[in-house]
C-alpha cells in the first residue's frame, strides 16, 4: 500500500507565486527517499503538504488511502499524528530541560491537563530516557536545551519525534546547520531508526553527496516540479548540471572549477 499518493499536486500563493507545480509521486511504505535541488524549489512547501499543513491548491494528495482534501477536525488531526517531522531549525522551547521537549512528542495524544502537568512533573520519564538512547544523548535527559550544542539539539528533535512514534519520519534539511561529519553521522541516525523501526523516511538535503551516499531513491526538484526520480547510480552529472544551473548544491559552493559548468563533479 502506497504511504502517499499525490496526483498533479500543485501550491500557488497569493496569485502569482507557484511554489509546486503538477507533482505526481507515489511513496511506498517503509521506503527512504531524498530530495535535491536548489534553494527555492519548492522542497519544504512539498513537505508541509506532506505533513497536511499545508493542503493543495490544486490535484490530489492520499495519506494512506485518505485524500487530504476530504479530511477534517479529528481525523485530520489522526492523519496528522502519524506523521512526524523533523525541522532545519529544531523547533525546541530552549530554557526549557531536554525531557520536556522530547515529551511534546505526546502534545498530539495528551489531554492539555496532561500536558500542564508533565510540565510540573515530568511524566513517562523512561519512555523519553528510551528515546534519548537511540539518538546517543541519554545523559542530557535533565540538561537546559539551550546548553546543548547544534547537534545534540538536533537529536533532541529526533528524539520528539520519536516519542510521538508516526508512521511517516518527514526530515526538511536537518542537517544544514551542522558540520559535515555531524551530518554524515545524523542521516546515518535517522536511517537506522527507519529501518529499525520500518517507518517511511523522506528527506530534504542539500547535500547531493549524503543524498547518492545513502538513499535507493534520489528526487529532484527545480522551480516546483520534479525533474528527475532515480536510483543514485542512474543520476547522471548532466542531470544534476540541469538541476542546480545557476545554482550551486551547498557542498560543492567552494569547489567552483575554473572549467565549463559541464565538468562540474558532484560526486
Known amino acids: 500500500m502506497y504511504q502517499y499518493r499525490l496526483e ?20 511506498q511504505r517503509g521506503e527512504k527517499l531524498a530530495l535535491i535541488g536548489p534553494s527555492g524549489a519548492g522542497k519544504t512547501t512539498l513537505f508541509r503538504m506532506l505533513n497536511c499543513t499545508l493542503r493543495p491548491t490544486s490535484g490530489r494528495l492520499w495519506v494512506n488511502g485518505d485524500e487530504v482534501a476530504e479530511l477534517h477536525g479529528k481525523r485530520l488531526r489522526e492523519v496528522r499524528r502519524k506523521i ?51 539518538v546517543g544523548i541519554a ?12 547537534g545534540q539539539q538536533q537529536r533532541v528533535a529526533i528524539a520528539r519525534v520519536l516519542i510521538q512514534d508516526p508512521d511517516v519520519i518527514l526530515a526538511d534539511e536537518p542537517v544544514s546547520s551542522v558540520d559535515p561529519s555531524l551530518a554524515s553521522a545524523m542521516v546515518k541516525l535517522l ?55 545557476g545554482h550551486l548544491p551547498d557542498n560543492q559552493q567552494d569547489k567552483v572549477p575554473d572549467e565549463e559548468p559541464s565538468s562540474l563533479v558532484y560526486h
Open 8 to 27: 498533479k499536486v500543485a501550491k500557488v500563493f497569493g496569485r502569482q507565486q507557484v511554489a509546486v507545480e503538477g507533482i505526481d509521486l507515489e511513496v
Open 84 to 134: 512526524g517531522t523533523v525541522y532545519q531549525q529544531h523547533n525546541l522551547v530552549p530554557r526549557l530541560r531536554v525531557i520536556h521537549n522530547v515529551l511534546s512528542g505526546n502534545l498530539g495524544s495528551w489531554s492539555t491537563m496532561r500536558s500542564l502537568l508533565s510540565l510540573l512533573r515530568p511524566l513517562e520519564v523512561e519512555l523519553a530516557y528510551g528515546a534519548l538512547r537511540q
Open 139 to 150: 545523559e542530557k535527559i535533565f540538561s537546559r536545551t539551550d546548553e546543548l550544542s547544534g
Open 191 to 245: 536511517l537506522d531508526i527507519s529501518e529499525q523501526t520500518h517507518k517511511t523516511l523522506l528527506i530534504n538535503l542539500h547535500s547531493v553527496d549524503l543524498a547518492l551516499a545513502y538513499f535507493p531513491r534520489v528526487i529532484g526538484i527545480k522551480k516546483g516540479v520534479v525533474l528527475f526520480d532515480l536510483s543514485p547510480e542512474k543520476i547522471s552529472d548532466s542531470l544534476l548540471e540541469d538541476l542546480y544551473s
